[in-house]
């Protein structure tokens, strides 16, 4: 038994994942708000916006701050009060925690350590935005953000260009114009919805093929929280791949060592694609 651990007879604590709202005080359970009453602290990403959250249930539960910056000194002092018989609760500023928050690693630590973790269900704007689409909710696939770098995003997008599975994303909308124009570059014309505030009074969702949403986002960039929800590809057909798919994947193989030459090669193998044709999307896409 590791030191710390609660021993025979002892009260073990628990780490209770709380569900939040992605907008709509709302729509924030009972069990939820229950489950933070009884909780003898909330560690909570941004604790000025859960202060509100917890002042909306009438909790008074203490709160401890636990983001991307001090996840990695807080998940050892948290585990330690949960061993200690504590029972933790962890929120983030809006929805499930560990989808693009913090929470993974203090989930881990504490299951490590033998401890309980459980869950408390709520929204996540992933799964929120899917269903108002449009698009088939039958197979999906969440890819959270993309790089924010040009090429390494187009990288990314070049490796789920032939996924059958439609496709969510989470957007900063300050980058919303260039990711939409990214995903239209090497997706093509496929049919998408770009999801806003979701929850909120002034939620929105725009569906239309990513060209003209990109053109869209460029020209009226959304504000709040976004979620991008895109069609599969048709088929997974490889011959379809657009020249930016192409290029990606041999971007990718340079990466990897393999000589720009030889990578041409064994994309052109891979997809079906001509030879000639994959050289010259390399050519055009090469940073």
Do not use: C
Request: charged share 25%; no cysteine; glycine share 10%.
């Amino acid at each position: 038994m590791a030191e710390g651990d609660a021993g025979p007879g002892a009260a073990a604590g628990r780490l209770v994942l709380v569900g939040t709202p992605i907008g709509n005080l709302g729509d924030l359970s009972p069990r939820a708000a229950a489950a933070l009453a009884a909780a003898d602290v909330v560690a909570a990403e941004d604790t000025r916006r859960s202060r509100v959250l917890l002042g909306h249930a009438g909790v008074r539960t203490p709160l401890v701050s636990y983001h991307e910056h001090n996840e990695e000194r807080r998940t050892g002092e948290l585990v330690e009060r949960i061993a200690a018989g504590d029972t933790v609760a962890l929120v983030t500023d809006a929805g499930t925690p560990g989808i693009s928050d913090p929470g993974y690693r203090l989930v881990r630590a504490t299951a490590e350590r033998g401890l309980s973790v459980e869950a408390v269900p709520g929204p996540v704007a992933a799964v929120q935005a899917l269903v108002v689409s449009g698009l088939p909710t039958d197979r999906f696939a969440f890819e959270g953000f993309l790089p924010r770098r040009a090429g390494p995003r187009r990288r990314r997008l070049g490796e789920l260009a032939a996924d059958p599975r439609t496709l969510v994303f989470y957007v900063a909308p300050h980058r919303a114009g260039d990711d939409l124009a990214a995903m239209a570059e090497v997706f093509g014309d496929r049919d998408a919805a770009l999801a806003r505030e979701l929850t909120k009074r002034h939620e929105d969702v725009w569906r239309a093929p990513l060209p003209a949403l990109a053109e869209r986002a460029a020209a009226e960039p959304p504000r709040g929280e976004v979620t991008v929800v895109v069609a599969g590809s048709p088929g997974g057909a490889p011959t379809e791949l657009t020249s930016a798919a192409l290029a990606a994947r041999v971007a990718e193989q340079v990466a990897a060592g393999v000589s720009r030459r030889d990578a041409v090669t064994r994309v052109a193998e891979s997809t079906g694609a001509p030879r000639r044709r994959v050289y010259q999307a390399a050519v055009d896409h090469h940073d």
